[in-house]
């Protein structure tokens, strides 16, 4: 299994980026997907979430308006579209797999991940 992000970068405060997911060798799409983000020194946060089918996402209360979760099952591709960005949102965005139930936005809860891409708000 596979999840290569790809998307971040830098990025004036109140820009847009839209960060993508591949993910690869992963059949079981019948889970839940996840995008986290991570500052140094802090721990990995859960930002986005997206059911099976793309029927019910949730939202970190501090992206929710702003950011936007969907995928693509025909390309196998995650995305996270980031309006409004702010200096808070800069770390580096994961995208997460292998789902095995509990709270979909605990890191521990997820199988896969990819190498993280880096969002940089200033």
């Known amino acids: 299994v596979q999840l290569v992000e790809s998307g971040g970068g830098s990025v004036q405060a109140g820009g847009s980026l839209r960060l993508s997911c591949l993910v690869r060798?992963?059949?079981?799409?019948?889970?839940?997907m996840a995008w986290f983000r991570q500052v140094p020194g802090k721990e990995r946060e859960g930002v986005a979430a997206?059911?099976?089918?793309?029927?019910?996402?949730s939202y970190a209360g501090s992206v929710k308006d702003r950011f936007t979760i969907s995928q693509d099952n025909a390309k196998n591709t995650l995305y996270l579209q980031m309006n409004s960005l702010k200096l808070e949102d800069t770390a580096i965005y994961y995208c997460?797999?292998?789902?095995?139930?509990?709270?979909?936005?605990?890191?521990?809860?997820?199988?896969?991940w990819g190498q993280g891409t880096q969002v940089t708000v200033s």
């Open positions: 997460a797999a292998g789902f095995a139930g509990g709270s979909v936005f605990r890191a521990a809860n997820h199988g896969y």
């Open positions: 060798g992963y059949t079981k799409t019948r889970t839940s």
């Open positions: 997206i059911r099976p089918g793309g029927g019910t996402t």
